[in-house]
């Protein structure tokens, strides 16, 4: 094999170019952040209004049970994390790669050569952002600012990129280069 990389044959088998320029698609990353943040707090609420049941659930059980019924509160945090991981999983690793809160705002998440997510890289996109938020604290956050991708530091660690759909993207797109 050459250094030469001007052709592809000369390439390793897994390579990919990175598939998202936003100089060439400036669509695809138009108002992506603040879709994001909206996004974001759409799915805790989603994700929180289960929880919520789960507490008045418990807590009116164990008023009827006398007490016993608490016993049950130890449940409620690892259940909540192992449903924001199927959450998360499921509608990030789904056919349209995007969360609900994701979907409303017409957002979806992509590999960064181009695929569609799949449902460990959504669990885990979730693990990484609480990881790194946690550890970091929130000004991590500003890693988006950086860059021009607008990718998060837990994008680039998954090597993962959130844009536009392409409906969205569509109605974007110059008038002159969709013609």
Known sequence: MTDSGSNWADRPFDYKPH?????????????????????????????????????IFIFIFGLVTLGF?????????????????????VTLGG?????????????????????????????VHAIVFWLTVSALTPFVLLVCFFN????????????????NNAGRAQALRPLSRSM
Do not use: K
């Not at 409620?76 to 999983?89: C, E, H, M, R, T």
């Not at 021009?148 to 844009?163: E, F, M």
């Open 95 to 123: 056919p349209r790669s995007a969360s609900l809160g994701m979907r409303m705002m017409d957002l979806e998440m992509r590999t960064w050569y181009g695929a569609p997510a799949y449902f460990v890289l959504g669990a």
């Open 148 to 163: 021009a991708r607008r990718r998060l530091l837990h994008d680039i660690l998954l090597g993962t990129v959130i844009i």
């Open 69 to 89: 019924g608490w016993a049950l509160f130890w449940l409620v945090p690892p259940a909540s994390v192992i449903w924001a991981l199927v959450y998360f999983g």
């Open 19 to 55: 598939a998202y320029d936003p100089a060439a698609n400036p669509e695809l990353f138009e108002g992506v952040l603040a879709r994001r943040v909206i996004a974001f707090i759409i799915d805790l609420i989603i994700l929180g209004i289960p929880i919520v049941l789960a507490w």
